[in-house]
């Protein structure tokens, strides 16, 4: 969708893509299934309401947003803390 902006509601983001909302829920729980949001509610809406840039509202609907793990894994694991070799996930 070339025309994603601030103005998109959810319900027209849906019909576009219905893999978007679930994107977004990655980002902030507003974008959860039964949180109760309407429809109605706009992007740029969502964006004021969350306090998160609507660019990155509008970038992760779209996709265009990919996180890679670094090599050996990611996060603290147990026991060594941060920075040792005991990466759990």
């Known amino acids: 969708m070339d ?3 601030a103005d ?3 319900a027209t983001l849906n019909a576009w893509d219905p893999l978007a909302m679930g994107r977004l829920a990655q980002i902030h729980p507003v ?3 039964g949180v109760g949001v309407p429809d109605s509610a ?3 809406d ?3 309401a969350t306090g998160l840039p609507v660019d ?3 970038a992760t609907a779209r996709g265009a947003i ?3 793990a670094p090599a050996g894994g990611c996060g603290c694991g ?3 803390g941060c920075g040792s070799s005991t990466t759990q996930h």
């Open 3 to 5: 025309d994603l902006s």
């Open 8 to 10: 998109t509601t959810l």
């Open 31 to 33: 974008f959860n299934p």
């Open 42 to 44: 706009s992007l740029g």
């Open 46 to 48: 969502l964006a004021k």
């Open 56 to 58: 990155l509202l509008l």
């Open 66 to 68: 990919h996180v890679t």
């Open 78 to 80: 147990g026991g060594g």
